[in-house]
Every structure is written in structure tokens, then in C-alpha cells.
């Protein structure tokens, strides 16, 4: 079992910069990879980054390359998602999730626990 917090969410205005966090519990969280997702209104989620807690591997989606960062801080538990030059586009739920498939994670069908997710509002 593991468990995911999501924090660090808020109104923000096109061009700013924010950090969300997931504090990540459970027995076997070792054994999983992490990633983040969104939800925007009338979409589908989708897999944004996803990292190992070793932060020697991680992915990218197209979409996110140049302007987000996923990180890890092993000793709080915590992962990160640095997101920058933010656009209206960004607005959605994020969600931190959390797949026990080391070697393919990003893979989004993989992701098998969830955090209860955090709202992100881009404003022009």
C-alpha cells in the first residue's frame, strides 16, 4: 500500500512559477516509481513525468519538456514538480501517482495508487 499527499496547488498568474508536492507513505514505496499527473475539465488525465526514487531515471511527456521538473527528496519522501512560465493551458488537478512497474513508468496504465490530487488555476 502507499499512500500520496498532494500539496502546493493555488491560483496563480501566466508566467509565474510553481512547485507542487507529493509526501508519499507506505511499507513498499521503495518498490514503486512516481510520477505526476493532470486533469483538466473535460479531459483525459494525463502522465506528465514520472521519476525513480533514485532520480536516475525519469521521463518526460512532450508536453513538458523545457518548462517542468520532477524531482525527489528521499529522505522527506517527497516528490516534486517544478512548473514554469506557467500558461492558462496549465490549469487542471494535479495528481501525484505511484506505479510498482520500475522498468516502464511511464506507462500511465501501470499507476495503481493515487493522491487525492491539488487544483492548479492559470490566470491570463
Known amino acids: 500500500q502507499v499512500q500520496l499527499v498532494e500539496s502546493g496547488g493555488g491560483l496563480m498568474q501566466a508566467g509565474g512559477s510553481l512547485r507542487l508536492s507529493c509526501s508519499a507513505s507506505?511499507?513498499?514505496?521503495?518498490?514503486?516509481?512516481m510520477g505526476w499527473f493532470r486533469q483538466a475539465p473535460g479531459k483525459e488525465r494525463e502522465l506528465l513525468a514520472a521519476?525513480?526514487?533514485?532520480?536516475?531515471?525519469?521521463y518526460y511527456a512532450e508536453s513538458a519538456k523545457g518548462r517542468l521538473t520532477i524531482s525527489t527528496d528521499n529522505a522527506k519522501k517527497t516528490v516534486y514538480l517544478q512548473m514554469n512560465s506557467l500558461k492558462t493551458d496549465d490549469t487542471a488537478v494535479y495528481y501525484c501517482?505511484?506505479?510498482?512497474?520500475?522498468?516502464?513508468?511511464?506507462?500511465?496504465?501501470?499507476?495503481?495508487?493515487w493522491g487525492q490530487g491539488t487544483q492548479v488555476t492559470v490566470s491570463p
Open positions: 501517482g505511484a506505479t510498482p512497474d520500475l522498468l516502464r513508468f511511464q506507462l500511465q496504465r501501470g499507476y495503481q495508487y
Open positions: 521519476i525513480s526514487w533514485s532520480g536516475g531515471r525519469s
Open positions: 507506505g511499507r513498499t514505496l521503495s518498490r514503486h516509481a
